[in-house]
T-cell receptor, first 116, second 112 residues
């Protein structure tokens, strides 16, 4: 059973470009979470999605950031018009369909975004 | 709001000695607590969790954690440290709406 997959692992963008980060949850998991880790800091929650629904986006910046989890295919975190402050590691986690506060979230290897 | 605190930025332990990585929590309601480990340039790996039941929770790689309600602590422990245990360790708590709140992390150095 493959774990959570994220691609690309590393992404370099120039200021003003768009960044698209992809996450495929573990098989059988339909809950996806995105977190951001700034250098030398812990992870900060961004958004929680189920298939075709955004459940909680309280950690998402109000502008330039969006996320989706379509019926088919991976979850996408999209950052428009990137700025240097967006440079960070972005981690995706997934949990099973019966997600509750007792379920464990399993993390992917992350995408490291560098904005030049 | 739920939160966890890791008071130590770094912990140094000699190989073979017992190790402790500290974590305290602040929650309303029942705490759901986790420990994750992050190796360089890798994602987070789940170590263990406390939901309910025994206060001593056993996890992966020989790690365990003790839930202490009176001290609101959830310290991570291992009886005998290995050099390969050197990594960044995060304590975390499950918040309302299922998101996880992480501590800032403790870097563990095991000295050979």
């Amino acid at each position: 059973n493959a774990g959570v997959m994220q691609n690309p692992r590393h992404l370099v963008r120039r200021r003003g470009q768009e960044a698209r980060l992809r996450c495929s949850p573990m098989k059988g998991h339909s809950h996806v979470y995105w977190y951001r880790q700034l250098p030398e800091e812990g992870l900060k929650f961004m958004v929680y999605l189920q298939k075709e629904n955004i459940i909680d986006e309280s950690g998402m910046p109000k502008e330039r950031f969006s996320a989706e989890f379509p019926k088919e295919g991976p979850s996408i975190l999209r950052i428009q018009q990137v700025v240097r402050g967006d440079s960070a590691a972005y981690f995706c986690a997934s949990s099973p369909k019966t997600a509750s506060t007792q379920e464990t979230q399993y993390f992917g290897p992350g995408t490291r975004l560098l904005v030049l | 709001a739920q939160s966890v605190a890791q008071p130590e930025d770094q912990v140094n332990v000699a190989e073979g000695n017992p190790l402790t990585v500290k974590c305290t929590y602040s929650v309303s309601g029942n705490p759901y607590l986790f420990w994750y480990v992050q190796y360089p340039n890798r994602g987070l790996q789940f170590l263990l969790k406390y939901i309910t039941g025994d206060n001593l929770v056993k996890g992966s790689y020989g790690f365990e954690a003790e839930f202490n309600k009176s001290q609101t602590s959830f310290h991570l422990k291992k009886p005998s440290a290995l050099v390969s245990d050197s990594a960044l360790y995060f304590c975390a708590v499950r918040d309302w709406g299922d998101k996880i709140i992480f501590g800032k992390g403790t870097r563990l150095h095991i000295l050979p």
